[in-house]
């Protein structure tokens, strides 16, 4: 079968960089060849031909050709683009355009219906290449069936040497890994049950590629990179800021028997006011200030390691209160991350309340830092926190720029953030942790904290934690069966349904 990859081979040597990225121009002029690739993989697929891929590195290279053949041809219909995410119809990767031994198929179907299910190797996730900067550098060669595994191994390898894949830091005892293995979490973690073992999933196989010694690692914590869905185009530099993103670094497994994050609200009392605010911030907002039961509900409530997260409102705007209830947690044993939601405008409170504890970080808000949709941050905090962040790596992040999709932004419309839609948050409910209120009410759902309805109810101060967890579980059941349905069948997003059309969903059991 190797001949069968002579052209894609011969391709393309000629247009990846020794970075890994693509040349599009390149392949445009070339893209007779690439059209022959596309019709040599329409013509033969293990599928259709069995008989000519014999073993199970025949199939499984492939099929990781292919994925990429077709990735380039796509874009190459759509090129100049500066995104896959930015494609006119916006179904790059569902859309059965691509024919493999005259079988119509999506890259999602390649993805996930051929690669992650027949072949148990989470590898492939450094072969296959979406045309993203967040993706494995693209290789210079067809991938061959001989040495197949090692050939993996040896990208794997190169794909964790890169800082924006995998970062160890020692000091903070994180790891900071590519969003990749949050995506596709139980092909790293095997039979997965809890979300302890989803991490040390990811751990044991960054330590068994990068050859550092999982015992030296295996209580760090795994923080999660951004994706930078830029396209992978050799003449355009990503750019990435000073300030980074990373995502939650508690999740919600099935076994859990406890929740491992928490989010503390203490009202929409805020100095800005983002018209697609999810709790409706505004200097008009409430504001309960932390109270010692409320703090000691939340210790109770919580995995003593996990993640506590304070939000509003804006924090700052009470920053000797915020410093206090922190110092309170942590006499009362939380020992986990504090993680505080702000806007930055008042830069030297946030950093204030950094400073009151080593395990604490700061999450801004995408929009204002970056002046997108809303008034950008005044220069001089601007500088302040990104100072302070190069000073103190890890502490400081920048939030997630699809999150307007819920609250009252779920009305307006964004076309350019498409990949809303791929994170779920167009979609369905995003199942977030639930929120404990300073005024001591347990609320399913941080982007739902200020609609009082008992849809959202799982408890209050006193409530046996137990009690709150299993309600929690039920929401999220309520959420599986009930609102993404009902979202679906009225054609909004979920968060629009909760946000608008909530009257017309029965109110859950443990609501009653
Ligand atoms: S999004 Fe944040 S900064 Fe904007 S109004 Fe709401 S709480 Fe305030
Ligand atoms: S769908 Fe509702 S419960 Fe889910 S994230 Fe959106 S507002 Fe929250």
């Not at 020794?18 to 019709?39: F, K, N, Q, T, W």
């Not at 996990?306 to 947690?329: C, M, Q, R, S, W």
């Not at 008992?454 to 967890?469: C, K």
């Amino acid at each position: 079968m190797t001949q069968l990859y002579d052209n894609w081979s011969r391709l393309l040597a000629e247009i990846v960089t020794p970075e890994g990225r693509v040349d599009y121009l390149r392949l445009a002029e070339r893209r007779e060849i690439l059209d022959r690739v596309i019709a040599d993989f329409a013509a033969i697929s293990p599928d259709a031909m069995p008989a000519a891929f014999t073993g199970e590195e025949d199939h499984l290279a492939y099929w990781l050709n292919a994925y990429n053949a077709f990735t380039l041809h796509a874009i190459m219909d759509e090129y100049p683009i500066t995104s896959v995410w930015k494609t006119r119809d916006g179904q790059f990767f569902q859309r059965r355009r691509h024919l493999a031994g005259g079988r119509a198929v999506s890259l999602d179907d390649i993805e996930h219906a051929i690669l992650r299910s027949r072949f148990a190797e989470p590898r492939i996730h450094f072969a296959i290449n979406c045309g993203s900067n967040g993706c494995p550098p693209i290789r210079p060669a067809a991938f061959q069936a001989e040495g197949l595994r090692d050939t993996l191994r040896t990208a794997t390898q190169q794909f964790l040497a890169s800082e924006w894949n995998c970062r160890i830091d020692y000091a903070t005892r994180r790891i900071y890994v590519s969003r990749i293995f949050k995506m596709y979490a139980e092909d790293f973690a095997g039979v997965s049950g809890t979300s302890a073992e989803y991490r040390l999933g990811v751990l044991r196989f960054v330590a068994e590629h990068t050859g550092v010694a999982f015992t030296c690692i295996a209580d760090f914590e795994v923080v999660y990179n951004t994706y930078d869905w830029g396209l992978n185009d050799s003449r355009r530099v990503p750019r990435l800021g000073p300030i980074l993103f990373h995502e939650s670094v508690e999740h919600f497994a099935e076994a859990d028997g406890g929740l491992r994050e928490l989010y503390l609200y203490e009202g929409n009392f805020c100095n800005r006011t983002c018209a697609w605010c999810t709790i409706n911030g505004s200097p008009k907002g409430t504001y309960h200030p932390y109270r010692g039961a409320v703090l000691d509900q939340a210790v109770a409530t919580v995995a003593a390691d996990g993640n506590l997260k304070f939000y509003g409102g804006e924090p700052t705007l009470h920053a000797d209160d915020v410093i206090d209830a922190i110092g309170y947690v942590r006499r009362r044993g939380f020992s986990g991350l504090i993680s505080i939601y702000s806007n930055g405008v008042k830069a030297a409170a946030l950093i204030r309340i950094l400073e009151s504890d080593p395990r604490s970080e700061a999450v801004l808000n995408y929009s204002i830092y970056h002046g997108r949709d809303a008034e950008p941050l005044a220069d001089h905090a601007k500088a302040q926190l990104e100072n302070w962040a190069a000073a103190h790596p890890g502490r400081l992040f920048q939030g997630y720029k699809v999150l307007f999709h819920a609250g009252s932004g779920t009305a307006m419309a964004y076309d350019r953030d498409r990949e809303a839609g791929y994170h779920g948050i167009a979609t369905g409910c995003v199942r977030c942790f639930p929120v404990l209120t300073t005024a001591g009410k347990f609320r399913a759902c941080p982007f739902a904290a200020e609609i009082d309805s008992p849809h959202y109810d799982l408890g209050r101060v006193g409530s046996d934690p137990g009690q709150v967890f299993e309600n929690y579980r039920h929401f999220r059941k309520w959420a599986d069966d009930t609102l993404d349905p009902a979202a679906r069948a009225r054609g909004v997003s979920s968060c629009e349904m909760c946000h608008q059309h909530l009257a017309e969903l029965p109110v859950p059991d443990y609501a009653r």
